[in-house]
């Protein structure tokens, strides 16, 4: 997976967070991983809350991994676009029902060449318990809009998620002249490297800029603290030019599915 690690952010970071398992999880977290080491030498990760995530130089062996994943909840997956589909037919869940079925172009940055917008009046915070309630409505309306979660579970979800940004300082909010106008966080972080993830601004505020300034500082903060290149995949067309516009280069197209109830494969 290092050997890759632009495409395989989600199972490194949880391996070097949680460990590993003898056979299990390793952990009762939900981001904790079970690994399965493909005959080609590549990976296939399944984390406590069912995202599959691939690392494999030949999916079509998904044949294999048939008698290791069945039984177990799938609730969706993540991972390189030409690898995961390949995998989900293989395995027999191509054809399930889905919140989200798509394809997301994969951008990555070294940060020595990072583009810094003009920034006057602006700065960034960690979220703290006195933003939480503006922060879960934010985070409610992404599930929505971004992920297709269901209306009775995306204002326990955001909060549940929240939570975990104020404890882990993963995520800052982008204050222009006092005020909050945007989101920025890192989903997955190793040492050298970030994967950007959970992008977002109020639609009121949407096209001014706020986002691609909040990642860039964002990105110039995770710098002076050593870490040297950034990844992401962006859900929108406008995603894209902002992350283009801050030095984002093209790279792996990435496949997001999540399906509306749990799925499990047959041996």
């Not at 395989?8 to 390793?26: E, I, S, T, V, Y």
């Not at 703290?128 to 979800?157: F, I, K, N, P, S």
């Not at 995770?222 to 902002?242: H, I, N, P, T, Y």
């Not at 992350?243 to 280069?249: D, N, R, T, V």
Request: aromatic share 6%.
């Amino acid at each position: 997976m290092l050997r890759h690690a632009d495409a395989a952010m989600f199972p490194l970071a949880n391996l070097r967070n949680h460990g590993l398992g003898q056979g299990d999880f390793a952990t009762a977290h939900a981001h904790a991983t079970r690994f399965w080491i493909s005959g080609s030498g590549g990976v296939l990760a399944l984390s406590r809350s069912g995202m599959l995530m691939p690392m494999l130089p030949d999916p079509f062996e998904a044949a294999r991994f048939r008698p290791c994943l069945a039984g177990l909840p799938i609730n969706g997956a993540v991972g390189p676009a030409d690898q995961l589909r390949p995998l989900l037919a293989g395995l027999g869940l191509a054809g399930s029902q889905t919140l989200v079925n798509r394809d997301e172009p994969g951008f990555a940055l070294d940060l020595a060449a990072l583009r810094m917008p003009m920034a006057d009046g602006a700065h960034l915070v960690p979220p703290d318990a006195t933003q939480r309630a503006l922060l879960v409505d934010w985070r409610a309306d992404y599930h929505r809009t971004v992920l297709g979660t269901r209306e009775d579970q995306r204002r326990q979800r955001a909060g549940s998620e929240v939570d975990s940004w104020v404890t882990q300082r993963s995520h800052r909010i982008l204050m222009l002249n006092g005020s909050p106008v945007a989101l920025t966080g890192f989903n997955a972080i190793l040492p050298e490297r970030v994967q950007v993830g959970g992008v977002y601004t109020p639609p009121a505020l949407r096209g001014r800029g706020h986002a691609r300034l909040a990642v860039a500082l964002h990105l110039a903060e995770a710098r002076s603290q050593g870490v040297v290149r950034a990844v992401l995949f962006a859900a929108s067309d406008a995603a894209a030019k902002a992350y283009l516009a801050i030095g984002f280069q093209p790279a792996t197209t990435f496949a997001l599915i999540l399906f509306p109830e749990p799925r499990q494969v047959q041996a």
